[in-house]
Structures are given as structure tokens and as C-alpha cells.
């Protein structure tokens, strides 16, 4: 009794100097933000340790639609809030946007692409490298992307379009008169697209199940806080990117022995292995150390990047294209025209990449589909050092910094509000009028390498959908609002009623 009575008044002795130690922390922290704000618009004062961290969590359509508005209401197109010990600036400017993309370096900004991304995304990350060293691997990579290779995957992609449409098609019958979500059965078929198309080969159904298993307990991570321990999101969501990577590296090493035996390329690594072995060959021959950036464990983590890229923010394309298209039968009733004119399912062959180049205006309807629904809405990245950004505002060191593409697709263009993909047509070229302001696949060192890629899968996506299913969206209030899963969706997650519209579908031999 006597101990506990001696506990309780040395707590009792020592908690106002413990109150008036978290006081001074709190009151330090607040002068830190507010220092680092300056005059920049953004909330007064901040929760201690998590920011507005629950508020981003909860709701991060509506987070990043104040730190718009804050933005809109300064003349430098700026704001400013404060995340779980970070210090974030959101940039609205297309201008101070590309003055972050043309300063990546490691005195400036390092590309992120997650508030916490080294972390989560692994060491072995294209984003991650700056200067001479991302050139190299840029150097690399572009096999993977010439056009022998892009119509190598085109063949693909419209075998597993046409497998997953027909599965969607016999899912709507069974659900009918209930609508179906779109979202994940998108993610389903880009998955599978991605796997078959980057890694070919080299996955076993096993290995794809568990990969799926994976990259969903990644995806979950991605929004939630950043808590490395056991137990949370966030810690499962980096071992299961751990996972991942191992796997790739491991499809690597086995495309190396494929293509050092003589055989053509099937897939992605296919045509980078190719090109490796080349070197690695002539290294070996001269006595020279073995090329850099050609081990396993480093090419799985790049592949890991592609695999990010591809799959969320394809996902995010093809649902808003199905949602912009039930909203414009216009645009759809032309896009019908175009594709019945170059090719037909009664045919049974693919779509040939000569035939792709054709499809002009389906084209015109991607790029619109990405522009006014940019899929990875900002691209963060973080202060290396103090960096003058305008002649009033310097960037903290160590500040998260968001240049929106999402805000840039709104400036510039004629009536940016209006879904129009004749502004991408040769006679209005408003792609090249105002580039500046089209920056969904980034810009400077760091722009998306797998752009035509991106593109060509959109538009076969499109091509095939409209073509060989009927299709109206279930329309509620709300339901095309933005939703952030980690890219943006329609909020409703796309539900839609499908009935075959085709006389029959292709055989694909």
C-alpha cells in the first residue's frame, strides 16, 4: 500500500514537469511550422507530431481541394500544410511546377513519389537516382520501349483485354439487373496485363496469385500512416514490396538464361535482358568490369517501378474513360465510327500497331482522358537543401513538396473544364500550343519513360470496349466525383450495366 502511495506522488511530483516539457515541444513545434510558412497560405495552426495527418487519411479528396483553394488564393500559387513531422508545400503554378521537374538533383529536390517512398518503395528505385546515374539507366531501359517492342506487347495486351471483357460480360449477365463495379476488375486485368507483358513467361499461376496478394497489401499501404511496426498497413505494405521485388529479380535471372540460350523476346525483361547480355558479353571480352545496373535485385526494383506505374494509374485511366464516354455519346458514337472503319471481331486477328497509328481520333480521346483526369494527381518530391523558389519564398530544407499535374491540365488549355479530344487533333494541336500545361506523364530527367506504352494500352483498351460490349454507366449523385485509391477513380468505383454488343467476340489464335 505504501508503494503504491509513494508511486502515485512521485508521478504526481514530476507530471507538471512532464506537462510543461510536451507544452514546450508543442509550442516549439507550432514556431517551427509557422517559421517555415511564413506568408503563405495554409491553416494557422497544426495538431502536434501527426499535422493534419488524420484529415489527408480520412478524406484526402477534400484535403487536396483546400490546399487547391489555398493555392488559388495566393499570388504564387502556393500553400502550405503540415503532415506527421513533415513540412508540405502544395504547388498549383504550372511555371514553379516545372521549376521542381527541371531541379532534380541532390543540392535541390529529390523525387519521391510517396511522402514516405524510400522507404516503402525499396532501395532499388529508377526515381530514386538523379544525374549521370538515372541517365544510365534511362540508357537501358529504352530497349524495353522501341517500336518492335511496343507492337510485341500490343499483341499481348488485346489477348488478356479480350480475356477479361468477356469474363466481365458473363458477370454483368449474372448480376443483372445489379450493376458491376468496374475499379477492381480493372486492376484485376491491368495486373494481369502488366505481369504478362513486363515478366512473361517467368510467372507461375502460383506466383501470380501470391504476386496479387502482394500488391493489394501495397496498395492499402500506400494510404495509410506511415507507421513501420507490426501490425500496421504501412509495415505490411513495405515487406510485401520486399516480397515483390524478389520475385522480379528472380524472373530476371531466369529471362537471362532465355535469352543467353538464343531465343526471342516474349515480354519486357526479354528485350532488356537481350540488350544486357550484349554488354555484359563485351565487357567480358575486353576485361572490363561487368556494365552497372545489370544485377538482379536492382532490375527487379526497377520493375517493381514499372509495375507501379502501369497498374494504378492505367486503372485510373481506363475507368475515367469508360466514365467520360457514357457521359459524352458523342464522343463515343465517334470513336465507334473510327475503330468499325480499321478493324472488326469478326475478323479474328489483332489489332496490328499499323492500325493503331490509324486510330487518330480514339487517340485523341486517351490523351483527352488523361489530361482532365491526370491518374497520379501530384508528384512529390523533397527539399535537398533551402531552395529559392520564387523572389519572396524559399523552400525549407527537408520540405515534401507536391506539384500538382492535376491543377497544370486546367491552365492554359481553352475551356479546360470541357471533355474535347478534338483539341489533341492535328488541326488544333493544342498537345503542342500547350505543353507546358500537359503534365500527366511528368516533364525534365524524370519524365514517364513508358508513356507510348501507357498510351497504346488505353487506346487498345478503349478500342476493344467500345467495340465489343454495350455498355451505360448506374449514375447516382456523387458518383463521378474524384476519389483517391491511391490514383484517382470515380467515386462510385465505376458501376456499370454490360451486355454484349458484338455479333460474336474474336478468336485470337
Known amino acids: 500500500m505504501e508503494s503504491s502511495s509513494t508511486l502515485v506522488f512521485s508521478f504526481a511530483s514530476v507530471a507538471p514537469y512532464l506537462l510543461s ?11 517551427s511550422y509557422l ?90 528505385n529508377l ?94 499501404g500506400l494510404m495509410k500512416l506511415p507507421f513501420d511496426l507490426p501490425g500496421f498497413a504501412f509495415r505490411e505494405a513495405r515487406l510485401a514490396v520486399d516480397r515483390l521485388i524478389k520475385t522480379l529479380a528472380g524472373c530476371t535471372d531466369d529471362s537471362k538464361a532465355t535469352m543467353e540460350a538464343g531465343e526471342e523476346p516474349r515480354c519486357l525483361i526479354d528485350f532488356w535482358m537481350q540488350e544486357t547480355l550484349r554488354e555484359i558479353a563485351a565487357a567480358t571480352d575486353s576485361g572490363e568490369p561487368l556494365p552497372p545496373h545489370s544485377g538482379n535485385a536492382e532490375i527487379g526494383g526497377h520493375l517493381f517501378d514499372f509495375l507501379f506505374a502501369a497498374q494504378d494509374a492505367s486503372t485510373s485511366s481506363l475507368l475515367w474513360a469508360v466514365t467520360l464516354l457514357d457521359s459524352h455519346p458523342e464522343v463515343l458514337a465517334k470513336v465507334r465510327e ?102 500527366a506523364f511528368g516533364a525534365g530527367a524524370h519524365q514517364c519513360v513508358g508513356q507510348r506504352y501507357a498510351i497504346n494500352h488505353l487506346v487498345l483498351f478503349i478500342a476493344m470496349f467500345t467495340s465489343l460490349v454495350d455498355f451505360k454507366r448506374h449514375r447516382t449523385d456523387g458518383c463521378d466525383d474524384i476519389a483517391y485509391v491511391p490514383t484517382i477513380c470515380p467515386k462510385d468505383d465505376c458501376k456499370v450495366y454490360l451486355s454484349r454488343r458484338c455479333a460474336r467476340y474474336p478468336s485470337f489464335s
Open 21 to 31: 516539457l510536451i507544452a514546450l515541444l508543442v509550442f516549439l513545434e507550432q514556431i
Open 35 to 124: 517559421k517555415r510558412k511564413r506568408l503563405i497560405p495554409g491553416p494557422p495552426f497544426v495538431f502536434p507530431f501527426i499535422g493534419n495527418a488524420v484529415s489527408l487519411i480520412r478524406n484526402p479528396t477534400k484535403f487536396w481541394d483546400i490546399q487547391s483553394s489555398l493555392a488559388r488564393s495566393s499570388d504564387l500559387g502556393i500553400s502550405a500544410n503540415y503532415i506527421v513531422g513533415k513540412f508540405i508545400v502544395f504547388i498549383r503554378s504550372t511555371d514553379l511546377s516545372h521549376k521542381i521537374f527541371a531541379n532534380v538533383r541532390p543540392d535541390a529536390f529529390h523525387l519521391v513519389g510517396h511522402p514516405f517512398g524510400k522507404k516503402l518503395f525499396g532501395e532499388h
Open 127 to 220: 526515381i530514386y537516382t538523379m544525374g549521370q546515374q538515372h541517365k544510365d539507366i534511362r540508357r537501358r531501359i529504352a530497349p524495353n520501349f522501341t517500336p518492335r517492342a511496343l507492337a510485341a506487347y500490343t499483341s499481348l495486351q488485346q489477348v488478356i483485354i479480350l480475356k477479361h471483357l468477356m469474363a466481365w460480360e458473363a458477370l454483368a449477365s449474372k448480376a443483372s439487373p445489379t450493376p458491376i463495379s468496374l475499379r477492381l476488375l480493372c486492376r484485376e486485368m491491368n495486373l494481369d496485363t502488366s505481369q504478362t507483358v513486363f515478366v512473361g513467361p517467368y510467372l507461375s499461376q502460383e506466383a501470380r496469385e501470391r504476386f496479387n496478394r502482394d500488391y493489394n497489401l501495397f496498395n492499402v
Open 338 to 439: 473510327e475503330v468499325a472503319g480499321i478493324w472488326s471481331p469478326e475478323s479474328d486477328t489483332l489489332i496490328t500497331a499499323e492500325q493503331l497509328r490509324e486510330m487518330k481520333y480514339t487517340e485523341a480521346v486517351a490523351r483527352e482522358v488523361v489530361r482532365i483526369r491526370a491518374p497520379a494527381t501530384m508528384v512529390p518530391h523533397i527539399a535537398g537543401e533551402d531552395f529559392q523558389l520564387t523572389e519572396s519564398y524559399t523552400i525549407p530544407k527537408g520540405t515534401i513538396v507536391f506539384p500538382s499535374v492535376f491543377e497544370s491540365s486546367f491552365q492554359g488549355f481553352p475551356d479546360p473544364e470541357r471533355f474535347e479530344p478534338e483539341r489533341f487533333m492535328e488541326h488544333r494541336q493544342e498537345d503542342r500550343l500547350y505543353k507546358k500545361n500537359f503534365l
